[in-house]
C-alpha cells in the first residue's frame, strides 16, 4: 500500500526527487506586475496593486469590502478587535486549525473555548456549539452571553473551514445570533470554497482569507478581511495603516495602530495569482478525484467535499484506521521523499492552551489520530491540461 502511493503521487506531480506538501504555481504574469510594482516605486503600503487586489477579492467572494493585509493572522486580529472582543472576553473557536486562529484570540486579551467538530466537514460542528451554549452560559442582564462557570462574557465565536472545506456556517451563525454572539469566519484556507452557492467568508459579520506562500494562491504572506459593513471596513483599513489621519505632511494619528497594511509589492503578485484561481481551483479538483478513485482502490477513505459545498481542496486527506497506521504511513511516504503530515496537534492541548475550556472534543482527537495531509500542489501533467 505505502508503495502504491508514493508510486502514484510521483506519477501525478511526474517527479523523481522531493515531492512538497503545497508549493506555489507561478504560471502568469508574476513577473510583469512586481516588476510594474518596482518601476512604480511604490512598493510598500501604498499603490495601485493594493487597490486593485481589493477589489478582486469583492468580485471573487461577493462581500461589499475587503480590507488587504500583511497576513491572515493580521486580519483575524483586527477582524476580533473591531468585532468588539475585549480583554477577559471569551470566543468559542475549534481545536482542529491552525495556531493563528487561537493566538489572534489571544493578541485580543481574550481566552478561547474549544468546541468539538463535525467528522464529516472537520468544522466546528453546528450540534455541538448548541449543546455548549444551553449548558454553559445564560443571558446577562444586558443581553451578553455569559459563561455560567467563569463569569466572563462569550462575545464571539470563529470557525474555520479545514483545508478549504466548508464548515456548516449557516447554522453557525444562525446558533450564534441567538445567542448574542459575534461570528467571524477564519476563511484562511478556503479562499475559492463555497457552501450552498455562497463563497465562505461572507456568512459572518466578517471573514478572513489568507495568502500564505502555501496556500491555493499566494504573494508570499498576504491576507484580506472582507465585510459587507462598510463602517467596519472603513475602520480596519484606518487601524492597519497605524491609525494615520490623511494630511499633505502631517503625521497626525488618533489611534493605536497597526502596521498592518499589504505591501503593493506583495499586492502585486497576489493580483497575478488571483487571475488564475478558477484554474488552480478547477485542476485541485480534477487532483481530488484521481486520489478518490486512487484510495478507493486500496481501500483508503479520501476526505471528501461536504454536502451543498464546493471546495477548493487545499490541503488533501486521508483518513487512515488508527495512529499506528497513520505514523507507519507518515514515516514511510516521507522516508521516500513524499511529503505527507498529520492533522496539526490540537490547539487545546498545546501549552499555552491546554487550560481552557472545551466540551470534550471526541471527533478532533478521532480526527488527530487518524487524517493525513497527502501532497496538493496544483498539478501540471498532461492529465491536467486544459
Request: proline fraction near 5%; include cysteine; hydrophobic fraction near 40%.
Amino acid at each position: 500500500m505505502y508503495e502504491k502511493t508514493i508510486d502514484f503521487i510521483r506519477e501525478i506531480y511526474g517527479r523523481k526527487g522531493f515531492i512538497p506538501l503545497h508549493e506555489p504555481r507561478f504560471w502568469g504574469k508574476e513577473k510583469q506586475y512586481v516588476l510594474d510594482a518596482i518601476e512604480s516605486t511604490f512598493v510598500s503600503s501604498v499603490g495601485e496593486y493594493v487597490n486593485r487586489f481589493e477589489k478582486m477579492i469583492c468580485e471573487i467572494s461577493g462581500a461589499r469590502c475587503c480590507v488587504a493585509t500583511v497576513n491572515g493572522t493580521a486580519a483575524l486580529h483586527m477582524a476580533l478587535m473591531l468585532a468588539g472582543v475585549l480583554p477577559d472576553d471569551e470566543v468559542i473557536t475549534q481545536p482542529v486549525t491552525f495556531v493563528a486562529t487561537s493566538n489572534a484570540i489571544s493578541y485580543c486579551g481574550a481566552r478561547p473555548i474549544f468546541v468539538d467538530v463535525d467528522a464529516d466537514t472537520m468544522g466546528m460542528s453546528p450540534n455541538k456549539l448548541e449543546t455548549f451554549l444551553k449548558q454553559n452560559t445564560e443571558n446577562a442582564a444586558d443581553g451578553s452571553c455569559r459563561n455560567k462557570l467563569t463569569g466572563k462574557r462569550v462575545w464571539a465565536c470563529v470557525p474555520m473551514h479545514t483545508f478549504g472545506h466548508p464548515c456548516r456556517i449557516d447554522e453557525i451563525v444562525a446558533i450564534c445570533s441567538r445567542h448574542n454572539i459575534v461570528v467571524i469566519e477564519d476563511s484562511a484556507e478556503s479562499l475559492g470554497s463555497r457552501y450552498k452557492k455562497r463563497h465562505t467568508g461572507t456568512f459572518g459579520s466578517a471573514g478572513i482569507y489568507s495568502l500564505n506562500g502555501n496556500k491555493t494562491v499566494t504573494c508570499g504572506g498576504g491576507g484580506a478581511i472582507v465585510t459587507d459593513d462598510e463602517d467596519f471596513a472603513t475602520k480596519a483599513k484606518h487601524l492597519t495603516t497605524t491609525a494615520k489621519i490623511p494630511h499633505p505632511f502631517e503625521y497626525i494619528h488618533d489611534r493605536i495602530g497597526y502596521n498592518y497594511r499589504l505591501p503593493n509589492l506583495n499586492a502585486a503578485l497576489a493580483c497575478a495569482q488571483l487571475e488564475q484561481l478558477d484554474g488552480f481551483v478547477a485542476k485541485k479538483r480534477l487532483l481530488a478525484v484521481k486520489y478518490t478513485e486512487f484510495f478507493e482502490s486500496l481501500g483508503i477513505p479520501f476526505f471528501l467535499e461536504p454536502q451543498k459545498a464546493r471546495s477548493n481542496y487545499w490541503l488533501n486527506a486521508v483518513v487512515l484506521p488508527g495512529i499506528k497506521e497513520r505514523d507507519r504511513f507518515l514515516a514511510m511516504t516521507n522516508g521516500a521523499g513524499v511529503m505527507t503530515r498529520p492533522i496539526w496537534r490540537l490547539t487545546n492541548v498545546l501549552p499555552m492552551f491546554e487550560g481552557c475550556q472545551s466540551d470534550g472534543l471526541e471527533t478532533s482527537r478521532w480526527l488527530a489520530d487518524r487524517v493525513v495531509n497527502i501532497p496538493s500542489s496544483v498539478p501540471a501533467g498532461p492529465a491536467f491540461q486544459d
